[in-house]
């Protein structure tokens, strides 16, 4: 992490400054011979710009403990890269890392984020496979994405296609593979088959219903009851939910009945806990499995005896953490290519809402839900 990084001696620095500011501005079109190409590689190697960055120096409420620094240049190894950050989501997982209350988290002080999008600013001598201009992410996750400048190692990094828009760039790596994942790794569905889900507003829960549409899946989603429930409605209709519930029109002695002529569902996807959960359990058929990735509601999940005897109903969890851990570095970035892809092709879409790295704080209040509902928050910086 840079604020971890050995800074360079204040003399060596504003000499090392002075230099760079008079080659040509690194992240345009690197110059043609190859030998010109040397010298930048060995005067970039020294450091990188400062760096503004939201820091946290305990754990604690994210409002309260998280604050906008200045961070001094840092040395660019051989092997590492700069890289300037264009775009970068808060997501549940950052917040609950800062709160001190998600099973991996950076050691404090740290640099808040997780997932983003950059471009390569400079690179170290030894750097062969990525060049200033280049698109990059971090995968896997790596934290402290909320900076303007970043040096890590070169494996760090996963070229991605300049051509991507960047809100969808910096929310590729998180939320889309959680839904793929999810829909290949619990049961097998064919087309004609439905899933049942509660958050269904969320990133996860709109690349569920959009890869499942893609599949000739069916989706049952389950939303809140708030403001704007009916709009929140018909945009997930749009994105090609077959039906679109609010928990208060399933409290109802048999939500089968509402099924129509959908088949029950297998797969049941719960992001939210509580009611919400025990919702998703009734639409499940015998035999039926439900998944458990998030816990928005902050509630437990309660099981009824007769949800396990007369239905024998599975309950799992995903951790998307974990997949990344037991597969190979290549598969996770062949998967992020191909849900890149599919942005591309315009068969993945979600909402984000692109918030100037100044206001920050505003972001965060909207991700922790002090000002309603609200679109993911990307920080362009
Ligand atoms: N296990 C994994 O590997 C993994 C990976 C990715 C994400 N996740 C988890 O998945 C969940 C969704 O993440 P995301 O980034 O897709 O979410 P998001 O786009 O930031 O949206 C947040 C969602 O949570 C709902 N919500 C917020 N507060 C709630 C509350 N008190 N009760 C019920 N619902 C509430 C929102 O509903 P409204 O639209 O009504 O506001 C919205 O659907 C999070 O828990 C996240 O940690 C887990």
């Given at each position: 992490m840079a604020l971890a990084r050995a800074t360079v001696s204040s003399r060596a620095l504003t000499k090392s400054l002075s230099l760079l500011s008079r080659l040509p501005k690194l992240s345009s079109a690197p110059p043609h011979s190859a030998r010109a190409l040397g010298i930048i590689r060995a005067f970039s190697a020294l450091v990188s710009p400062p760096s503004k960055a939201v820091v946290y120096e305990q754990q604690g409420p994210p409002d309260a403990v998280t604050r906008v620094v200045e961070v001094p240049p840092v040395l660019v190894k051989e092997n590492d890269v700069c890289v300037r950050m264009l775009a970068a989501p808060i997501n549940p997982s950052d917040i609950n890392s800062i709160e001190g209350v998600y099973p991996v988290r950076p050691q404090v002080p740290a640099v808040g984020g997780r997932e983003g999008v950059g471009e390569v600013h400079l690179v170290g001598s030894a750097v062969k496979d990525l060049s200033p201009g280049d698109w990059v992410i971090p995968s896997p996750l790596s934290f402290?994405?909320?900076?303007t400048y970043i040096v890590k190692d070169q494996s760090v990094w996963q070229k991605i296609d300049k051509n991507s828009p960047i809100e969808y760039a910096a929310t590729i790596s998180i939320n889309p593979p959680t839904a793929l994942r999810m829909l290949e790794d619990f049961t097998s569905l064919e087309p004609g088959d439905s899933i049942v889900q509660n958050g269904a507003t969320s990133m996860v829960g709109r690349c569920l219903i959009q890869i499942a549409k893609s599949r000739g899946i069916h989706s049952i989603n389950i939303i809140r009851d708030r403001a704007g429930s009916d709009e929140a409605k018909a945009v997930l209709k749009k994105l090609g939910a077959e039906e679109v519930f609010t928990e208060s029109q399933l409290e109802i002695k048999n939500v089968k009945s509402l099924l129509g002529d959908l088949k029950e569902p297998a797969l049941g996807l719960n992001c939210v806990g509580g009611n919400a959960a025990s919702l998703v359990m009734k639409f499940l058929r015998r035999g039926g499995t439900m998944v458990t990735y998030g816990g928005m509601s902050k509630k437990p999940i309660t099981v009824s005896t007769s949800s396990f005897i007369f239905k024998d109903l599975s309950l799992r969890g995903f951790w998307l953490h974990n997949w990344m851990s037991s597969n190979d570095v290549t598969e996770c970035r062949r998967m992020i290519d191909h849900l890149l892809e599919l942005v591309h092709d315009g068969k993945l879409k979600y909402e984000t809402e692109l918030v100037p790295f100044s206001d920050f704080h505003i972001a965060l209040d909207k991700s922790l839900g002090k000002l309603g509902s609200h679109p993911k928050q990307v920080l362009k910086f």
């Open positions: 402290g994405t909320w900076q």
